[in-house]
């Protein structure tokens, strides 16, 4: 009886046992979650295999269906989403009572050749399950095998194109050699060169080739900076190699943008035309700039010299001074000023001297009139000016020493009346400014000779003395002939006409030589009695003049 009693309680206990484990077993109650892990950790697979698998295995089976989620990141050297693999679920379901289950990611042959990409599989953590630490990821590594198709080269086909400002929007061609069964992509930048070889990118992009396409285009906004650059601008496109393309050798195209602008202009601005000597003011020239360039503007200007015109008569360096150097205006600027300033020699001269001045500019060209003239004003002397003209006959030649020791006397004794010097007329060539300092060459084949007539030394005259007394604002102005010669004017054949100078001139003739000259009268019919003086010799001329001169001045 008692070991029937023990056999039963035993029998009880082994079932309880056995409800117990089965409970565990169930999930039921407090089941621990499962421990789960990732196989292969590491895995090669090729482009052309449409897939990998993996596996989630657990330690033990579950006792219900789990829901293992992972997720899928590129590795290093990357593989690209959508471009080298497809991911279309980030969990798998692992059946109860079941130890793994199966992990498919999809695989994309691209057909181009490139390097070996990788990316990760990882598992995260989620409800009813705990992850193997250190197992839970696996490494795909996917080897290219499109070696027997390279990828296609990508090139310009000219290494130059010449385009002007106004094109606007030009599209250049890019060409694709070589088989490219899909969308190929290109990158590319633009720069501006500069003059001295630095280079500025101005914007960059891709552009793309079509399945099949031979050709692409990049758009090129062409610059227009309405500056006149006679050299024009330098642009360059530059491709750069891509995962699907690379560049061939004419990788770099020169773009030369012509300029099409107009050279600037320069218009000229005078402040004054006319100043008088003692103004203490300079001439003020104004060169202003209408337009706009990448240099420098240099405006030349060139004086004109006395006797390339009637009416140039100032001097530089007595009348004027002109600073050195031509007038420039920068890029930054708009204009330069030139100052002429006009000096004061405090000497009586005619009523105005005048100085012109030819323009230039480079690059470029002068608006309107291109010659400057300009007047300066002599407020110099009194009234009673005088103008000595001298006929250089052979007398004077033959005695110049003598001469020119009486125009030293009289130059330094009445340097006001006398003004810059004397003429000396000749038969031929124009009149020639004698002065102390300066040293005349008149040849004796164009001097007076004794059978000239008189007359003809007069006409000579005349058109001289008439310039330079038409402008004079002074009143009874002299005009005085110192005439040389042997023999009496009543052999040349003097004209009965007197002569015509203007009006309030009052003419002069002083008598240098032997002979009776003076007494004739065609003579005192051309100069009066009052105004006809005779001298024996060269000597004398000094003192008659300044005698003149003094009775003038009264």
């Not at 789960?36 to 330690?59: C, G, H, K, N």
């Amino acid at each position: 009886m008692r070991f029937l009693s023990v056999w039963i309680a035993w029998v009880i206990w082994v079932q309880l046992l056995s409800v117990f484990g089965l409970w565990l077993t169930s999930g039921g109650g407090t089941d621990p979650a499962c421990v789960v892990r990732l196989e292969p950790r590491e895995l090669l697979v090729d482009e052309f295999r449409q897939s990998v698998e993996l596996r989630v295995i657990a330690t033990s089976p579950p006792a219900s269906d789990l829901l293992v989620r992972f997720r899928v990141v590129p590795g290093n050297p990357p593989a690209e989403a959508d471009k080298d693999y497809r991911v279309k679920e980030t969990s798998v379901r692992l059946p109860a009572h079941e130890k793994s289950a199966l992990v498919t990611i999809d695989l994309v042959d691209d057909k181009i050749q490139e390097q070996e990409e990788v990316f990760l599989v990882a598992m995260v953590d989620g409800p009813g399950y705990q992850r193997d630490l250190g197992a839970d990821s696996s490494t795909v590594r996917i080897a290219d095998d499109d070696t027997e198709s390279p990828l296609p080269i990508a090139t310009f086909s000219e290494p130059e194109l010449a385009v002007k400002e106004g094109d606007g929007l030009r599209e250049v061609v890019v060409r694709l050699s070589g088989d490219h069964p899909e969308r190929t992509e290109i990158r590319y930048e633009v720069e501006r060169v500069e003059r001295d070889g630095r280079r500025q990118t101005l914007r960059g992009g891709s552009v793309y080739v079509e399945e099949g396409k031979p050709s692409t285009t990049i758009p090129l906004q062409i610059p227009d900076d309405k500056i006149h650059q006679p050299d024009g601008t330098e642009l360059a496109v530059v491709l750069h190699e891509t995962t699907s393309a690379k560049i061939g050798q004419q990788r770099r195209l020169r773009v030369r943008v012509l300029d099409d602008d107009p050279p600037p202009q320069v218009e000229l601005t005078v402040a004054k035309l006319a100043l008088s000597e003692s103004s203490k003011e300079p001439f003020t020239i104004t060169a202003t700039l209408n337009g706009a360039t990448d240099r420098d503007v240099v405006i030349d200007y060139e004086l004109m010299e006395q006797g390339t015109a009637a009416s140039i008569t100032a001097t530089p360096g007595s009348d004027f001074r002109l600073p050195t150097g031509p007038l420039r205006i920068s890029p930054e600027q708009t204009s330069a000023t030139l100052k002429i300033d006009v000096l004061d020699d405090k000497e009586s001269e005619s009523e105005k001297e005048v100085l012109s001045l030819k323009f230039r500019a480079t690059p470029g060209k002068i608006k309107g009139p291109a010659q400057v003239d300009l007047e300066i004003i002599d407020d110099d002397g009194v009234d009673g000016d005088v103008l000595v003209v001298a006929l250089a006959t052979t007398a004077f030649l033959d005695d110049r020493k003598a001469f020119e020791r009486e125009f030293e006397r009289l130059v330094k004794e009445h340097p006001r009346l006398i003004g810059k010097g004397i003429y000396l007329v000749a038969k031929e060539g124009e009149p020639v400014l004698w002065t102390p300092d300066k040293t005349v060459d008149l040849e004796p084949a164009k001097a007076f000779t004794y059978d000239d007539p008189l007359a003809a030394t007069f006409n000579r005259a005349a058109p001289l003395t008439a310039r330079l007394t038409a402008s004079s604002r002074r009143k009874n102005v002299r005009v005085i002939w110192i005439w040389t010669s042997l023999v009496s004017a009543n052999d040349f054949g003097v004209g009965e006409e007197r002569l015509k100078l203007p009006e309030g001139v009052k003419p002069y003739l002083v008598w240098v030589g032997l002979g009776d000259s003076t007494d004739s009268p065609l003579l005192r019919n051309w100069f009066g009695d009052d105004h006809l003086h005779r001298t024996a010799k060269p000597a004398g001329l000094a003192d008659t003049l300044s005698k003149e001169f003094g009775e003038m001045q009264k």
